[in-house]
């Protein structure tokens, strides 16, 4: 009977993260994606990665392999890079750059109604969009954390890096964003509210922060 409890509790639990590496197993970020299952990292090897846009499936991180030099740019990429919502709860990005010269409107992510959005040790910088938010227009999005991450050059209507706007009344505490660590927004602009953050509904929550250059009609730096 104890071995058969055993093997009952043994079979119940979640099966363990994975690194699926690119390109050394998979040949693109897009088929690592297709592949990965919730909580899965995907690591990439030194190089530039040109991708399409993606719709995010899975809760994951993707991160450069150790001491490796990454860049992602979406030449071809319409709207956002990455767009995360349900099934997907979570997106996590460490130690890359990502860069969106070469596309003349286009956000890094776009996140309705979910959890988490982190990025660790990165550098997001030129991308342009029409819309709110160059590296994230975010609604209902419970938490965001920037963590010794620079921001150069970003534009977009309103928060020239990050827009986050609350509307979930069931929510009673609401989206924060949490900036910490040395992480850096340097000549971001909008062209309406907020240079580099605008929040509605949303704390925001800043630590070692540098703000330089950011531009907008109003909030400078950030409107909330």
Known sequence: MRSLITALAL???????????????????EAALAAASNNDRIQLASGTYDIPSLVMTANVRIQAATDADVTITSSTGVGSVFTVASPATSLDLRDITFDGAGNPDLRLIQATDIQVIQIWDSVVQNFTTSGNGAFLDGTNVLAVTVDNTRFENNSAVNGGVVSLVDTDVTNPTGTTINVRSLSEFIDNTASGN?????????????ADTLFSGSQAVNGGAIYA
Not at 14 to 29: G, H, R
Not at 194 to 206: E, M, P, R
């Open 11 to 29: 079979g119940s639990m979640p099966a363990a993260a994975a690194t699926l590496e690119v390109p050394s197993q998979y040949s693109t970020i």
């Open 194 to 206: 907020g240079g580099s953050i605008y929040a509605s509904g949303a704390t925001v929550t800043l």
